[in-house]
């Protein structure tokens, strides 16, 4: 079945940086990427998504790469804000189901004033 | 965007109890649906998918017997702990599908619901 790995697990930056999340994922045949922001006590969240057809999707401050022959993605939050900081996770769908989806471990961002 | 509501949102059991938990689609008909388990500061791991009208998809390593789903309508799926122990404690969040949305594509998710067993 499909495996979705991620790292870091935690990430501190500094406010108005950059930050890099990265995943792998194992099934060749995932066609759907999706980034989740979970804050503290809260639903998770939609944030981007990007499907195989393409390899790079931005909205504002967020972007997402795809590399499909390494089986990569990353998400990239540039100038980033106090608002950021929370649980972000990737996630793929395996080959198995369409609409399934395999979260990857998390990652705790949080930003430093 | 469509609303998942979830309820309760934390329930505490005697140990040997059962625990039923509802996740309901607020403003569309969700066909399927999904149950997840996150432990504290841990990803979500997908327990089942739910299929109205149909028996659960269970993922490997999820005891069926100990975690009933039922779908019984386009807007109701239960998750039912039986004979709770105190290592089912934990973060039950479920999630649905927008049909009217691409597949695949966005899972709209409930409040979740804190488990614990004493």
């Known amino acids: 079945g499909e495996n979705v790995e991620q790292h870091p697990s935690t990430l501190s930056v500094q406010e108005g940086d950059s930050a890099v999340i990265k995943c792998t994922y194992s099934d060749s045949a995932s066609n759907y990427f999706p980034w989740y922001k979970q804050e503290l006590g809260k639903r998770p969240q939609l944030i981007i998504d990007i499907r195989s057809n393409v390899g790079e999707k931005k909205d504002q401050r967020i972007a997402v790469t795809l590399n499909k022959t390494a089986k990569h993605f990353s998400l990239h939050i540039t100038e980033t804000q106090p608002e950021d900081s929370a649980v972000y996770f990737c996630?793929?769908?395996?080959?198995?189901?369409?609409?399934?989806?395999?979260f990857g471990s998390g990652t705790r961002l949080s930003i430093r004033p | 965007g469509a609303v998942v509501s979830q309820h309760p949102s934390w329930v505490i059991c005697k140990s040997g109890t059962s625990v039923k938990i509802e996740c309901r689609s607020l403003?569309?008909?969700?066909?399927?649906m999904f149950w997840y388990r996150q432990f504290p500061k841990q990803s979500l791991m997908l327990m089942a998918t739910?299929?109205?009208?149909?028996?659960?998809?269970?993922e490997q390593g999820v005891e069926k017997d100990k975690f009933l789903i039922n779908h019984a309508s386009l807007t109701l799926s239960t998750l039912t702990v039986t004979s709770a122990h105190p290592e089912d404690s934990s973060f039950y969040i479920c999630?649905?599908?927008?049909?009217?949305?691409?597949?695949?594509?966005?899972?709209?998710f409930g409040e979740g619901s804190r488990l614990t067993v004493l």
């Open positions: 739910s299929n109205e009208g149909s028996k659960a998809t269970y």
């Open positions: 403003d569309f008909q969700a066909t399927t």
């Open positions: 999630s649905a599908r927008d049909p009217s949305l691409p597949i695949p594509g966005e899972l709209f």
């Open positions: 996630a793929a769908n395996p080959y198995s189901s369409a609409s399934k989806i395999i």
